[in-house]
């Protein structure tokens, strides 16, 4: 199986940093693109979290405002729909995770090495191809034979990224700063935005939220797309990916979780939110479970 990184900022703060090259980007293009790596970075993280305050100080100051159940099909189908969207940057942070810990180590001679965490970070890229993360290392002057001969073989796959030799340090901290926060920032998320769909004022007003809390998971995108170079972009979507061997037993454990585990997962959330909520919210009229799970077989069949 081969496993990649997803195209987003989250997999361009995974992959940049380790496709510069000193030598072919320069010393300016190096130390540029890492600062706005780890800008673009903070800024999203920042901006996720400030709508996540806003979305947890609107749920304080608002209420179910149906609790006779009139809508619990439409609070049931948005809310899980919802959840559906934020199992998407859920796995999407597992597989990052997944990948780092997939990728392949550098040789013992170079892991080995001794000297800063730069100069074992420096001696993991001698596989890697000969480019940079902006650049890219232009062909000599050659005789015509040579022009076509080169142009026969190609050279696009020479300058593709790849994680090989990454150091255990790098994948750390990939780890620390990428992985672990966008899985933490995707959970609360799938909770706030959940509550903040059940409080809204009416049918209407319910379907527009559901679209608000979605805008606020598609944040990364937006800035991926909008401050990253097309050169860089292709580069990403294109990344060679890591191979990793399975098993019969681990494919079967991939396939139950997909079609089985995560669907019932799913809607389990969804469900369990909208119980909570309107526990909250409606002491008095609260449905049971019986009921959440009558209207829920009802909207299968």
């Known amino acids: 199986m081969e496993l990649a990184l997803p195209a987003g900022l989250y997999g361009m703060a995974v992959a940049e940093p380790a496709a510069l090259d000193r030598k072919l980007d320069g010393n300016f293009m190096y130390f540029v693109e890492i600062i706005r790596v780890l800008f673009m970075l903070s800024l999203n993280y920042l901006v996720t979290g400030l709508f996540l305050f806003q979305l947890w100080r609107m749920n304080e100051e608002r209420a179910v405002a ?15 729909l919802f959840e559906v969207r934020m199992l998407v940057d859920v796995r999407k942070s597992l597989s990052i995770m997944s990948l780092l810990w997939a990728a392949p180590y550098p040789p013992p001679s170079q892991n ?86 059940m409080r809204s004022a009416d049918e209407g007003e319910m379907m527009t939220n559901t679209l608000a809390v979605v805008f606020v998971a598609e944040i990364e995108e937006f800035l991926y797309v909008a401050f990253t170079s097309d050169a860089m972009r292709y580069n990403l979507e294109n990344m060679q990916p890591v191979d990793v061997g399975l098993t019969n037993r681990q494919r079967l454990a991939s396939w139950f979780a997909s079609s089985i585990l995560y669907p ?37 069949s």
């Not at 001969?149 to 050279?155: F, L, N």
């Not at 990428?178 to 933490?184: E, K, R, T």
């Not at 909570?276 to 609260?286: F, H, K, N, S, V």
């Open 112 to 197: 080995n090495a001794g000297g800063s965490f730069g100069h074992r970070y420096i001696s993991t890229r001698s596989n890697s191809p000969k480019a940079g993360a902006v650049l890219a290392k232009e062909p000599q002057e050659e005789s015509m034979l040579s022009r076509m001969y080169r142009k026969v073989r190609g050279s696009s796959a020479n300058a593709q990224w790849k994680l090989e030799g990454i150091s255990r340090a790098y994948r750390i901290w990939c780890m620390m700063t990428v992985g672990v926060p966008a899985l933490l920032l995707s959970i609360v998320l799938a909770y706030l935005g959940g509550i903040y769909i």
């Open 66 to 80: 149906e609790c006779s159940g009139r809508i619990l099909l439409l609070e049931l189908g948005c809310v899980f």
């Open 264 to 300: 019932v997962m799913t809607m389990c959330v969804a469900a369990l939110v909208v119980r909570y909520t309107r526990r909250l919210d409606c002491q008095d009229e609260a449905l049971s479970w019986q009921d959440i799970v009558s209207v829920a077989v009802q909207a299968a």
